[in-house]
């Protein structure tokens, strides 16, 4: 399995520079938490690893199984191992959930110089994804994400990763606007799927709620386009007590010093 490594990393949003110079480093079967505010960064750090064409990186390297995939394509990234859940899910209407994942699965196996997959096994496939996730078999024949609650949505780029086994995979606030119900349902789909698997594990978010259960080894603290602050699950708690006014003074201080 492949391991992320982002070195200095500095990236730019319509000419303002967001990230500051990231380093990050995730090993296969490890689980990561990346916190920090509204703003500082985050979804940047998501999108510049996944190579959204609307950023530009002006420093820095992204190394995915020791390539440096800096400047891929998104499609490159997705096909050698590389998974993003989005905060927002787009719908697609007149694209059934199950035409939608064939035509994922066949161009992960094209990229793998792989036949397509026949019905029969697609069918096996998907439904033990299904089961795995807890994800209603009628799912199947809806349209994708169209007119889905914010938990169905999220229940399906988790199916996706079950389907998928990515070597690593970002989910970018796949916490947010969830429900109770919703966001056990999804812990316990990344829970599952990641403990059958090396996969390497990125999870952005500024809640806390979900390393209750999606439970991380590594915690790294991004702020103003920096990570400032590194550690283990024990800073999870430390942010529930005291928020991120802490982490202001302590760059602040460290600015000043």
């Not at 400047?71 to 209407?93: H, N, S, T």
């Not at 606007?177 to 812990?187: F, H, K, R």
């Amino acid at each position: 399995m492949a391991e992320l490594q982002i070195k200095n990393l500095h990236v730019n949003a319509a000419e303002k520079q967001i990230l500051k110079g990231v380093d990050l480093h995730v090993r296969p079967g490890e689980i990561h938490a990346l916190m920090g505010p509204n703003g500082s960064g985050k979804s940047t750090l998501a999108n510049a690893i996944m190579g959204h064409p609307n950023l530009e990186v002006t420093e820095g390297q992204i190394l995915f199984d020791g390539e440096d995939i800096t400047e891929a394509d998104p499609d490159e990234r997705a096909r050698a191992g590389l998974f993003m859940a989005f905060q927002y899910p787009v719908a697609i209407p007149g694209v059934t959930v199950a035409k939608y994942l064939r035509m994922v699965i066949n161009a992960h196996r094209e990229g793998r110089g792989e036949a397509a997959i026949s019905l029969k096994d697609f069918r096996k496939t998907v439904e033990a994804a299904m089961e795995l996730t807890n994800v209603p078999r009628e799912f199947s024949n809806r349209y994708l994400n169209d007119g889905f609650s914010g938990g169905e949505k999220k229940r399906m780029e988790i199916l996706q990763l079950a389907l998928l086994t990515p070597s690593l995979a970002v989910l970018d606030e796949t916490d947010s606007g969830l429900d109770i119900d919703a966001l056990n349902t999804v812990a316990e789909g990344v829970n599952t799927v990641a403990s059958g698997s090396h996969m390497g594990v990125l999870i952005i978010t500024h809640y806390q709620r979900i390393l209750h259960m999606v439970k991380p080894q590594f915690v790294h603290i991004l702020f103003e386009g920096r990570i400032v602050k590194e550690g283990g699950p024990e800073l999870v708690e430390t942010l529930e007590k005291h928020g991120y006014g802490w982490i202001r003074d302590e760059v602040a201080a460290g600015a000043t010093a």
